[in-house]
Structures are given as structure tokens and as C-alpha cells.
């Protein structure tokens, strides 16, 4: 489990995060996009316990024990967006490295990595350079680092960073993974893609705070209920303007010949009240729909407006 409730974060005397308010229970992912600059690095150093930050309290773990500045107890593993360099050791050896500053060594060390590195699609891998690693390959290990000493909070930083399209399904693969573990997952991306295939409660961050959240599919439906009905008119355009012009719900009109654009700020049952007025008021329609978002165009203009 994690909690961040009401922490602040300035930064160059300006607030990068302002009472900010989260939860992951145990068994969920939860997925945090923002553009570039929007803090999710410094959230996830913050509940890594790697950085101090401002105000509210950060709990993790089961019973519920408080994180700060000073470390997070064991509690939290923190896979960063960069993977450092380690050019001189293998797989074992990076294992055993942390192992030991984690105080796990000799048979117990030995054992962890016999259970680990298979569960991991590693099996075999031991004395593989690290730095011979394909990227999902290091993404992986890092997984496996943490593991070593079973935290109850995973903090992934831009996880899917620099991984091919068709590597992401493993990535996704040990994601659940870890969540059939009942570990709580934060796992932090800069657009809605990476995030696509991970089942993961979606929550934008914005202006310091979560501004929407949701799955997937309800995220797509806040942001789209922000576009414009358009209408393609064979007859009576006028008297489509007329209907349009007395709806609370229609915020501007724009004509194009036959072409009506509408800005709408309804729900399904006022679009479709809408279009049995039009009919009613003999408008001919050729079609009349709610304009879709390409979701990460539109992820990208809200981020951009604010």
C-alpha cells in the first residue's frame, strides 16, 4: 500500500508539486503520465525516500509506516529511469553488489537469485556482462535488484523509457506479475502509450497535482467530452444553427457551407437530445457525431494550455 497525502515539493521557489493526493492499494499499478518537467521524477525520489519534501506525509507498506527524506526502510523498491553503468560486472556480480548493501549475502544471495532470475526471464544469465544488456534486458534486472528484499512498494520511473514497442509486453508480462504478488506498483510515463498494455489506473499529473484519473478508457472519455459535436448538413442549416444556439450544453458555432462545428459541454443523453431536435426541426443530416481525440495529441494540448 501507498499513500501520499497533501506533500508539497518546491523547487527554485515555486511549487513542482502542491498537495499532492494519491493512493495505490496493494495488487494495483497505478500509472502516472506528465509531460517533461511536471515532477514525476521528484515524486518518485520523494516516495524512494531519496529526497525531503514540504508538508502532508508519504506511508507505505503493511502496517502503514511513514517515508521521509532519510530513507524509506526497506519498504519501497526504486527502479530509476536510467539504468547507471556497469560496465565491469556480470549479472551475478550486480546481484551480489546490491545483495550485500541490502546485507543479503553468501547462500541466502544465492538462492534469491535461483528463484529470481527465472521468474524474470533471466534463467541462465549470470554471467552475462551487464553492459551487454538489451535495455528491457537492464529494465528487468533492476525488477530482480529490488526483489532481492521483497519490498511492499514498487517505484518505477519512466519504466518504459527507451524500450521498442514489441519489448513492451514483457515489461507489462512482469508488471502483473509483481502485482499477482500484491505489491502496490507506481510506475510513472510521459504519454499514454508505454502504458497501454499495462492495465494501469491512469492518472495525469498537471500543475502539481493529479488533474484526471481513471482507466484508460475513462481518462479517453474526460478528455473527449471536451470536443466539438460536428454536423454535416444537406438541408436547413440554418435551422441547425437555431437549435444549436439554444442548447446550454453548445458553447460556440462555427459554419462551413454544410459544415457545423459545435463546442459541447454535455453528456451522451444531451447529444442525443440534441440530435431528436435537429431531426424534429427538419434538419437533414448527413451525419452527426462527437469529434475523437487521437489521446495522446489531445494529452499533449492539455498540457500545453496550462
Request: hydrophobic share 40%.
Amino acid at each position: 500500500m501507498l499513500k501520499i497525502h497533501q506533500v508539497s515539493k518546491i523547487y527554485q521557489r515555486k511549487y513542482l508539486l502542491e498537495d499532492l493526493n494519491l493512493e495505490v492499494a496493494n495488487g494495483e499499478i497505478f500509472g502516472v503520465i506528465g509531460a517533461h518537467g511536471a515532477g514525476k521524477t521528484t515524486l518518485c525520489r520523494m516516495v524512494a525516500g531519496l529526497i525531503p519534501f514540504e508538508g502532508g506525509e508519504i506511508l507505505a507498506g503493511s502496517p502503514e509506516m511513514r517515508i521521509d527524506g532519510e530513507g524509506a526502510a526497506g519498504l519501497v523498491g526504486y527502479v530509476p529511469a536510467e539504468f547507471g553503468r556497469y560496465r565491469d560486472m556480470t549479472v551475478a556480480e550486480y546481484l551480489e553488489y546490491y545483495g550485500g548493501l541490502y546485507g543479503i549475502s553468501g547462500y541466502r544471495i544465492d538462492r534469491r537469485m535461483q528463484e529470481l532470475l527465472p521468474a524474470y526471464r533471466m534463467d541462465g544469465m549470470e554471467v552475462v556482462p551487464v553492459a551487454e544488456l538489451a535495455p528491457h534486458e537492464k529494465k528487468q534486472l533492476a525488477l530482480v535488484r529490488c526483489m532481492l528484499r521483497e519490498p511492499d512498494v514498487l517505484v518505477l520511473d519512466d519504466f518504459y523509457h527507451g524500450i521498442d514497442a514489441g519489448k513492451r509486453p514483457v515489461l507489462d508480462e512482469l508488471l502483473h506479475l509483481l502485482q499477482d504478488t500484491g505489491k502496490a506498483i507506481l510506475v510513472t510515463s510521459a504519454g499514454f502509450s508505454p502504458l497501454a498494455g499495462s492495465g494501469a489506473f491512469l492518472g495525469i499529473l498537471q500543475n502539481g497535482a493529479i488533474a484526471v484519473q481513471g482507466s484508460l478508457e475513462e481518462i479517453s472519455e474526460q478528455i473527449n467530452q471536451t470536443n466539438p459535436l460536428e454536423l454535416l448538413v444537406a438541408e436547413n442549416c440554418v435551422g441547425a444553427v437555431e437549435v444549436l444556439k439554444q442548447e446550454e450544453t453548445v458553447t460556440r458555432i462555427s459554419i462551413d457551407g454544410g459544415r457545423i462545428l459545435a463546442g459541447f459541454r454535455g453528456t451522451q443523453e444531451d447529444q442525443t437530445r440534441i440530435l431528436r431536435r435537429l431531426v424534429e426541426n427538419d434538419v437533414e443530416l448527413i451525419s452527426f457525431q462527437r469529434r475523437k481525440s487521437d489521446l495522446e495529441t489531445a494529452f499533449w494540448k492539455m498540457t500545453e494550455e496550462n
